[in-house]
């Protein structure tokens, strides 16, 4: 099937041309022509297959009859509101409006936090017929007063399942309620659940259940392996991983901000171009952080579940996962970022005898087991099921410390130290600097010894004798005097 025979607009057709693509996705072909023909939709499928462009081009379409010219304001009121779980996100939809509706007089704007809002009251004072926006910039800008929803005829969803991870849900419920009860509303999800359901039943009429692939499946050009490693070897085997196999254009997935900014300083002293992103970065540096990784100035992005939810690379070749997530779903989003558009991917994951309860039920969610592997040089804790307790810490007082006979299990910090001396190359010998002189040899020499008790060698009564000398006799004034009770004369 064709783009032609789905009924799209030839400014459309021409926008999509304009991007090299000839044939709709699996999606494309099912959403595109409900959408047109009015109906909600609850759709469902595995990320980088196009979804996107399955709900921008029909709302495209609907929305061309409002298509004008004119500078006035009035005559671009917001028509349509995309909803999107984070910041990335909303760019990689707002893109891909501005793309495919070129050659159609239709505004769009995209809003959202960490940056100044001034700019974008200024674009909506313009007029926006579509508005892309995070749920928190968006009721900003509701309580500023510099949005309406009166002509709203579209609500879209994207990555539904994000937004109750996020705990969206009471914001998406209180913009529900300001928009009009007559429109047509899209729900989008790369994965299921019963809470996605019952959010569709409350802003969805009679949907249409759109599940190109199996729930939370995963593609099958992507090659999945783990290699199992100590907890304290792993940032070692990365390296390693990333040297020996010449990988470029690496995307890395940590579980916190923190870890996230450690893991990326500790590549760049190992001198390998890296740089991170999460959700303490201002929105200037997450912005050039993600244009150097697509333009190859650094090959490793190290970023969380929540930054790299958005994250839309073209022929992303390699996904590792650093640390595994402790929902099973999400590692269905992790590596959902290569093997986008049918081409090939690599999916890695260190696990540590820990973490294996995670890789349980991470394959339990996929139906199929993941190869293991160990590397040369990287045995110890290679299996996940005999060392499975090295990570536990040990109960009672005195946890992580060692006992005094040095039979002791020495604590992760201790072990990841170790593990650093042991696989650091020793640094050459500094040259001697002059050693400065004994401080003891600037002090005055003692006219005491210091090894006996101190003795005066003042005489207690004349020491006495001669301060009362020194010191003149003081004129003591009455206690009447002091309170005031007697005038001066």
Do not use: W
């Amino acid at each position: 099937m064709k783009f032609e025979d789905l009924g799209l607009l030839p400014e459309l057709l021409h926008a999509v041309a304009d991007n090299g693509y000839t044939e709709p996705t699996p999606i494309q072909v099912q959403a595109i022509p409900i959408i047109l023909a009015g109906k909600d939709i609850l759709g469902g499928a595995q990320t980088g297959t196009g979804k996107t462009a399955g709900f921008t081009l029909p709302m495209l379409q609907r929305l061309s009859r409002h298509a004008s010219t004119s500078s006035s304001p009035a005559r671009h009121p917001v028509r349509a509101l995309i909803l999107a779980p984070t910041r990335e996100l909303a760019m990689q939809v707002y893109e891909s409006v501005k793309t495919y509706s070129k050659y159609l007089s239709l505004r769009s704007t995209c809003l959202y936090g960490g940056v100044d809002i001034k700019p974008q009251i200024a674009e909506l004072k313009e007029g926006r017929e579509i508005v892309v926006a995070t749920p928190g910039r968006l009721l900003d800008h509701v309580q500023q007063k510099t949005v309406t929803f009166n002509f709203v005829e579209f609500l879209i969803l994207d990555e539904a399942d994000r937004m109750l991870d996020m705990g969206f849900i009471p914001d998406i419920k209180r913009i529900l309620a300001l928009l009009p009860k007559e429109r047509q509303s899209l729900l989008f999800s790369a994965t299921f659940s019963e809470e996605i359901r019952k959010l569709a039943d409350s802003m969805l009429k009679a949907p249409q259940l759109i599940e190109v692939a199996k729930r939370n499946a995963v593609g099958d050009n992507i090659t999945h392996r783990v290699y199992a490693v100590a907890q304290e070897d792993k940032r070692h085997l990365l390296v390693h991983l990333l040297r020996e196999q010449q990988l470029r254009q690496v995307l890395i997935f940590v579980g916190t901000k923190f870890g996230a900014s450690r893991l990326a300083h500790y590549l760049q002293r190992q001198g390998i171009e890296a740089d991170a992103i999460h959700g303490d970065k201002t929105q200037q540096q997450r912005t050039e952080a993600l244009e150097a990784f697509k333009a190859g100035r650094i090959k490793v992005l190290v970023g969380t579940d929540v930054a790299g939810r958005g994250l839309d690379i073209d022929d992303l070749p390699h996904v590792i996962n650093y640390e595994l997530p402790h929902v099973a779903e999400d590692y269905v989003h992790r590596i959902g970022r290569t093997g986008r558009a049918g081409k090939s991917g690599d999916a890695t994951s260190l696990v540590c005898p820990g973490e294996r309860q995670h890789l349980a039920d991470i394959e339990k969610l996929i139906k199929f087991k993941i190869d293991q592997v160990t590397a040369p040089g990287f045995e110890r804790g290679s299996d996940l099921g005999l060392n499975a307790d090295a990570d536990k810490p040990q109960r009672g007082r005195g946890r992580g410390r060692e006992r005094e006979d040095g039979g002791g299990r020495e604590s992760r910090e201790e072990r990841s130290r170790k593990a650093d001396r042991e696989r650091t190359p020793p640094r050459p010998e500094r040259s001697e600097r002059p050693r400065l002189p004994s401080p003891v040899a600037h002090l005055p020499k003692l006219d005491f010894d210091p090894n006996k008790p101190y003795e005066s060698r003042v005489v207690a009564g004349s020491e006495r004798q001669a301060a009362e000398k020194e010191s003149p006799p003081r004129n003591l004034k009455p206690v009447a005097a002091l309170l005031g009770g007697i005038g001066k004369k």
